[in-house]
């Protein structure tokens, strides 16, 4: 097997580890995965979506309408959800702009997609070795921000109160549409992801804690987990030399 030039791996690692990635000693050793900025951020997304999710349905069907009481009325609803969905924007675009280098595909999300029987199974051995994100984490993070710009570009359109004077009703119907479109896929792209953060066991404390055990990180990011190593090493005997 051919290995990659030295440029395309010291910038595949750049790519890997984040600022706050580094192996902590104990019994046993964990690895920092999130600072509390970023778990911060993530949860106030998640609790915009999460709030936009139940609003939008409220708004969207009449069967549904019950649920503008959690929200005060269907006139509160109505009034509360698009700035909620500005909210989103903004906080998910600094997510974005912390984690994208990170969620950049490879080669090795290519091999990985192609054992996905595999990653169903929990045959670990049979794949190969992953950086901080699998390409099942970075089609979530892809989707969402493809998703959420969909959704705040038609949102504005559909916006009566705002915005319904510079746009015409043919392009808010089709706005509307793809609104809502937007939004199912996206509430089923955040189940998928909440089902997987549940199912592979320990990866809900990387957003509760900020961090991994070692064990976890070995198993399921494993080629992170060395680069952080290697890192720790190269620390250590520059040290030692001073």
Same mark, same amino acid.
Request: with cysteine; proline share 4%; glycine share 8%.
């Given at each position: 097997m051919?290995?990659a030039?030295?440029?395309?791996r010291?910038?595949?690692k750049?790519?890997?580890i984040q600022?706050?990635?580094a192996i902590?000693?104990?019994?046993p050793p964990?690895v920092?995965?999130?600072?509390?900025l970023v778990r911060a951020?993530?949860?106030?997304?998640?609790?915009?979506l999460?709030?936009?999710?139940?609003?939008?349905m409220?708004l969207?069907?009449p069967s549904l %309408? &019950?649920?503008?009481?959690?929200?005060g009325?269907? /006139?509160?609803t109505? #009034?509360?959800?698009?700035w909620?969905?500005v909210?989103l924007f903004?906080?998910?675009a600094?997510?974005f702009?912390?984690?994208?280098?990170a969620n950049?595909?490879n080669k090795?999300?290519?091999v990985?997609?192609?054992r996905f029987?595999?990653?169903?199974?929990?045959n670990e051995?049979?794949?190969?070795?992953?950086g901080?994100?699998n390409a099942?984490?970075?089609f979530?993070?892809?989707?969402?921000?493809g998703?959420i710009l969909?959704l705040?570009v038609?949102?504005?359109?559909i916006?009566?109160? %705002? &915005?319904?004077v510079y746009t015409?009703?043919e392009? /808010?119907?089709?706005? #509307?549409?793809?609104?809502?479109f937007?939004a199912?896929?996206?509430?089923?792209?955040?189940?998928?992801?909440?089902?997987?953060?549940?199912?592979?066991?320990g990866?809900?404390?990387?957003?509760t804690r900020?961090?991994?055990?070692?064990g976890w990180?070995?198993r399921?990011?494993?080629k992170?987990?060395?680069?952080?190593?290697?890192?720790?090493?190269?620390?250590?005997?520059?040290?030692a030399?001073?």
């Open positions: 051919t290995q030039p030295e440029g395309d010291r910038l595949e750049e790519r890997m600022p706050g990635d902590r000693p104990g019994h964990t920092s995965r999130y600072g509390p951020n993530h949860w106030f997304t998640a609790l915009c999460i709030t936009l999710a139940v609003s939008g409220a969207f069907t %309408y &019950f649920l503008t009481g959690l929200f009325g269907g /006139q509160n109505r #009034a509360f959800h698009p909620v969905g909210a903004f906080s998910f600094a997510l702009v912390q984690l994208w280098r950049l595909p090795t999300d290519v990985w997609l192609s029987k595999d990653v169903l199974s929990g051995d049979a794949l190969p070795e992953i901080k994100y099942g984490q970075k979530v993070f892809w989707g969402m921000s998703l969909v705040i038609t949102g504005i359109v916006w009566q109160e %705002y &915005f319904a015409a009703i392009a /808010q119907r089709v706005a #509307a549409l793809a609104h809502a937007a199912v896929i996206i509430i089923l792209i955040w189940i998928a992801h909440v089902y997987a953060s549940i199912w592979i066991q990866t809900m404390r990387a957003m900020g961090s991994v055990t070692a990180a070995y399921h990011h494993r992170w987990l060395k680069e952080l190593v290697s890192l720790r090493r190269k620390g250590s005997r520059q040290n030399a001073e």
